[in-house]
């Protein structure tokens, strides 16, 4: 049985759509590494072994250090993520509420309505006991654009002083902040669905800056983004010194701008691909004022480590797997187009931030001189949850040269589970535990001085055992991808409590603690054990390994409860 993928807010089908019109491509990527090789033995994945006695297979990680280029190689950091639209309740002033909102009340209806969300707004401080409790070092989260500034311009003096409270809160937990400065989400007046879409002569107002399209509400944003980090680095900058300007920058746009799954829903990547591509070239431009913005305003190095501000952003990273006829493929058409979409997903945007230079057409040749974009990336954040199939047959669809698999729109490139416990039901993909260590050193090899930081890695699971597998499974290949010299400074659980999924709405659950929907009360899974089990002794033993580790199949998943 072939099982169909679907789209789903941060899946593959994302990509899938971009990779069509990424045509005529002569120089694709750099080579990428076959994620087919052979399952590490567990005894042969063994870095401490000095040759003669039994070799030891605990696998020791370094302490926490500092996420910069010049310091930090060796360290290590445990933590979990979130980000604000997700947990947060009362969050009127966000696309995300409007796009759920029912009709009948004013909204798009779209997904189910987030509402609430999981309260992390009023309950933040408990949230960080959860985590101290963990014995977690870090906790990346997002501050919400909106809450901040509800309407252009007027900043909520009740969300400065909020999100100072919960920084305070998480520096006597001595846990270390990471701020996500966009991440899916926006003020409503960003670009306001709820009327009709601009023209692109019309003159942005302070209600409608008619969105990241837009030829000139588009630069307005990356100002108004700027003006924002600048704002909450001056603000917390004594308290924070790791900033993530962007969450998932090619995921996002084309969700939001390409094929209508996130708000503001426009569909332009058919039609209107210029304006697409325009998206990309505003939001990068994004991320760089961002960058300027943060290290003007953040100087003070708050931990003492010797940083004061180190800025990078994460990408979504998936084990593209060339496919043919619903199998894997050899075919070098089939490995072609698999090196195009890992362009574009995985290269695009850092190649962007460290050439200084923009590639419009997608083709694998920057065409475009951005001298001012160069060097604006401490670190990179990959975020890795699945493997998925694509394919160069060149007779589906003629003049389309990569096509990913794409929910009931499979031609050929969905890949049936190899193994079906890997099988994610709720999110309807493969997790492949081996794809995270192939990202991992192809990036490194790309990206030879650039520091790494698996910024979200997590499965959505009933089966709290199966969270446990997925914790101690990718960091066993994160460490095989260091002891082979990738520049990995640590990994964030996605997530720390089940949230809202986007488009999938409640259903998929990734937290390592699980949300009671209407109680909104937090009961640890098992992964709260494992990992902070880990994070305590900086060590996957053994035995750990031996119960939930390797590559073989894992825990049955549970049929989630109505
Ligand atoms: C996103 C998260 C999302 C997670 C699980 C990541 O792509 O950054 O917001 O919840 O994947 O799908």
Sequence with gaps: MTPAVRWTSVTPGLVMAISLVACGTDEPAAEVNDASGAAPDAAADV??????????????????????LSEGANSFRFGAAT????????????????????????????????????????RAQQD?????????????FSVSWSRVEPERDQISAEAIAHYREFLEGLSSAGIQPMITLHH?????????????????????????????WHPTGGPQIVEELAGHA??????????????????EPVNYLIASYGVTTFPPGRN???????????????????????????????????????????????????????????????????????????YV????????????????DLDGVADEQHPEWAGTLDWLGVQYYFRNGVTGDPAIIPGVNAMICFGDFDLGSCLPPEDPTKWVP?????????????ILMDMSARYPTLPMVVTEAGIAAENGVRRSENIVRLLEQTHRAMSEGADVRGYYHWSLMDNFEWAEGYEPRFGLFTVDRETFERTPTEGVQVLGDISRSRTITEAMRAQYGGTGPMSPEVEAEE
């Excluded at 997700?86 to 009948?104: A, H, K, M, R, S």
């Excluded at 997903?345 to 419009?360: A, K, R």
Aim: glycine content about 8%; aromatic content about 12%; charged content about 25%.
């Design 184 to 212: 899916f989400s926006n003020p409503i007046w960003v670009d306001d669905f709820r009327a009709e879409e601009c023209a692109r002569d019309a003159t942005p107002a302070d209600g409608n800056l008619c969105g990241w």
């Design 128 to 140: 960080i006991q959860l985590m101290q409790a963990m014995n977690l070092d870090a906790y990346r």
């Design 47 to 68: 870095s401490e072994s000095d040759g003669s006695a039994a070799p030891d297979l605990n696998l020791v990680f370094g302490e926490p250090g500092p996420l910069d």
């Design 426 to 438: 709720t999110m309807r993909y493969e997790f492949w535990e081996e794809g995270l260590y192939t």
């Design 230 to 247: 600048a704002l909450i680095a001056r603000e917390y900058g004594d308290l924070v010194d790791e900033w993530c300007t962007l969450n």
């Design 268 to 342: 332009l990547l058919l039609t209107r691909f210029d304006d697409l591509i325009n998206t990309f070239r505003n939001y990068t431009a994004a991320h760089v004022a961002m960058y300027r913005a943060i290290k003007e305003n953040d100087t003070v190095d708050a931990d003492g480590d010797g940083n004061a501000a180190s800025v990078g952003l994460s990408l979504s990273v998936i084990d593209w797997t060339p496919a043919r006829a619903n199998a894997p493929s050899t075919n070098p058409d089939d490995i072609a187009a698999r090196d195009r979409v890992n």
């Design 345 to 360: 997903y995985h290269y695009l945007i850092p190649d962007s931030l460290l050439n200084g230079s923009f590639d419009t």
């Design 83 to 122: 980000a604000a639209a997700q947990i947060e309740d009362g969050e009127i002033w966000n696309d995300w509420y409007w796009w759920t909102l029912p009709v009948d009340q004013g909204g798009r209806g779209n997904s189910v309505p987030v509402g609430d969300a999981v309260q992390g707004y009023t």
